[in-house]
């Protein structure tokens, strides 16, 4: 039902955002103008992506973070000790990123980029930029971007915070054998959609569902192989104590420590009543 | 240290991933070719970016969401019923997301997006992609992406479950109030960079760290106005309470029903002991 304040005309407001998405960067070339702390973070978060890096900035302003990147990694950085000299620069590049403090340089470095039709961030000038950057958490396969669309890195660097607290540190790892078993899983049923693919899809998703993380971080090879033989071919999905030939689920660490700290907790109250009873009862008798 | 079992020349790899960033497309122009389900989860992605949506599909293949979509959203969408054309379909285009069961007609309009430097992303396809899409959560100006890097939505879709559950809902409603502040405290002291900049950068992360969120979502203008004369203007981070004139600071609900359970727990104990004892004593006696 539509609020009965509000226009019946008017559409439920859903923008303000941005478009997060996973920007591919395999082997294509990305220019950096500008060599101090926050042209290190971008390097590490190009890195990442597997990109081709070239580095422009004067030796003098280059960050101790930048020289390590550029000495690590010598085969993804070419690093110019120079200034950026013109649109030439430009011409193949797949996206640029500026973190210069000459907000100037930045914006003519943006006009050419736009004229160019490739990709570009200014450092600290929301207003020049195709793209944000975010708080950023990775756990191999796994990767998690916190915007506040601009509302301050603080609030991101908080979110990021808890939301790694929420992680057990183990879903990169279930993530990759996952992505194993799911490939696995292809190469035994192949084909692309239809009533197969849907079938394919369904029963992953049973895995997903039914498996705990840290059950999925355990899907070596082995058990991927005795997981489609006992769970795919005889379509079913065992649980991996099945697998394993047990029939109890073992209780989760959390839960036991939780459990023998209130067993603690009510083996001393008991302890203390006994005690607090017979010194009551002992000096009455008296 | 190196680890002696690796190769002294061999770089410490941090590849193999994504390059995770906000794209900004308010009032820009993005063709999505295709209406069925698929589409109408990329119209709603490009609404939450405020961009003008071309939208191509033959009426017969348009998903119920999708149509729902162009109907609440008339100045947002323009719909043609008919299939993509050609080349100029994507002229006048900022960015270009195809949802089509047709691959071969997917590679042709990746490959005419790749020529004109049109940013494209192809359902399903994702060789054909420059960027994909991932798993989202929204709430206010807070935006979270969770990516598995092609290792499967349903790990994806978990992950998003698990980090729901970690966040309290009032964390965009935290956010846009924490923006309220520092705008508000940039006017009050005004400046780009430098001492001040620093100063001002120092005591709003002082404040988000202080405050928690739901005490964050209580700054209302008039709780602004006072943090900036009882906090900034007196180089200080005073709590919530102590503006509010308060001395305490309450116990957050969580902790008391934790503790009152932990405290019945050690009474029903402690009885238990001495009822126990009082009767082993009274047998002893007879």
Same mark, same amino acid.
């Given at each position: 039902?539509?609020?009965?304040?509000?226009? +019946?005309?008017? +559409?439920?407001?859903?923008?303000?955002?941005?478009?997060?998405?996973?920007?591919?960067?395999?082997?294509?070339?990305?220019?950096?103008?500008?060599?101090?702390?926050? *042209?290190?973070?971008?390097?590490?978060?190009?890195? #990442?992506?597997?990109?081709?890096?070239?580095?422009? @900035? +004067?030796?003098?302003?280059?960050? *101790?973070?930048?020289?390590?990147?550029?000495?690590? &990694?010598?085969?993804?950085? #070419? &690093?110019? %000790?120079? /200034?950026?000299?013109? +649109?030439?620069?430009?011409?193949?590049?797949?996206?640029?990123? #500026? @973190?210069?403090? %000459?907000?100037?340089? =930045?914006?003519?470095?943006?006009?050419?980029?736009?004229?160019?039709?490739?990709?570009?961030?200014?450092?600290?000038?929301?207003?020049?930029?195709?793209? &944000?950057?975010?708080?950023?958490?990775?756990?191999?396969?796994?990767?998690?971007?916190? =915007?506040?669309?601009?509302?301050?890195?603080?609030? @991101?660097? !908080?979110?990021?915070?808890?939301?790694?607290?929420?992680?057990?540190?183990?879903?990169?790892?279930?993530?990759?054998?996952?992505?194993?078993? /799911? =490939?696995?899983?292809?190469?035994?049923?192949?084909?692309?959609?239809?009533? !197969?693919?849907?079938?394919?899809?369904?029963?992953?998703?049973?895995?997903?569902?039914?498996?705990?993380?840290?059950?999925?971080?355990? !899907?070596?090879?082995?058990?991927? #192989?005795?997981?489609?033989?006992?769970?795919?071919?005889?379509?079913?999905?065992?649980?991996?104590?099945?697998?394993?030939?047990?029939?109890?689920?073992?209780?989760?660490?959390?839960?036991? =420590?939780?459990?023998?700290?209130?067993?603690?907790?009510?083996?001393?109250?008991?302890?203390?009543?006994?005690?607090?009873?017979?010194?009551?009862?002992?000096? /009455?008798?008296?």
């Amino acid at each position: 039902m539509a609020d009965s304040c509000a226009s +019946p005309t008017a +559409p439920p407001s859903i923008g303000g955002g941005s478009l997060l998405i996973a920007w591919q960067l395999k082997d294509k070339n990305v220019l950096i103008v500008g060599g101090g702390e926050v *042209a290190s973070q971008r390097i590490e978060s190009v890195l #990442t992506a597997d990109a081709h890096i070239t580095l422009l @900035a +004067p030796a003098k302003g280059v960050h *101790a973070r930048t020289k390590e990147l550029i000495d690590t &990694y010598p085969s993804r950085i #070419t &690093y110019h %000790d120079r /200034r950026f000299s013109g +649109p030439a620069e430009i011409h193949k590049m797949d996206m640029v990123l #500026t @973190a210069l403090d %000459d907000v100037n340089r =930045s914006r003519e470095i943006c006009e050419m980029c736009r004229k160019n039709k490739v990709p570009v961030n200014a450092a600290d000038i929301p207003e020049l930029c195709d793209f &944000y950057f975010g708080a950023q958490i990775r756990d191999g396969p796994l990767q998690i971007m916190i =915007s506040t669309n601009g509302n301050g890195p603080r609030m @991101a660097a !908080l979110m990021k915070k808890k939301i790694n607290s929420a992680l057990s540190g183990k879903e990169g790892g279930a993530i990759e054998r996952v992505g194993v078993l /799911r =490939s696995q899983l292809k190469e035994r049923a192949p084909g692309v959609g239809g009533a !197969l693919g849907r079938k394919r899809m369904k029963w992953m998703s049973e895995v997903c569902n039914i498996w705990e993380m840290d059950e999925l971080m355990q !899907l070596d090879d082995a058990f991927i #192989t005795k997981l489609l033989d006992e769970g795919w071919d005889k379509n079913c999905v065992p649980t991996l104590d099945q697998l394993k030939g047990r029939t109890t689920r073992k209780t989760s660490r959390h839960t036991q =420590s939780s459990d023998s700290s209130q067993w603690l907790l009510a083996m001393g109250s008991f302890a203390l009543g006994a005690v607090c009873t017979t010194l009551i009862l002992l000096s /009455r008798k008296r």
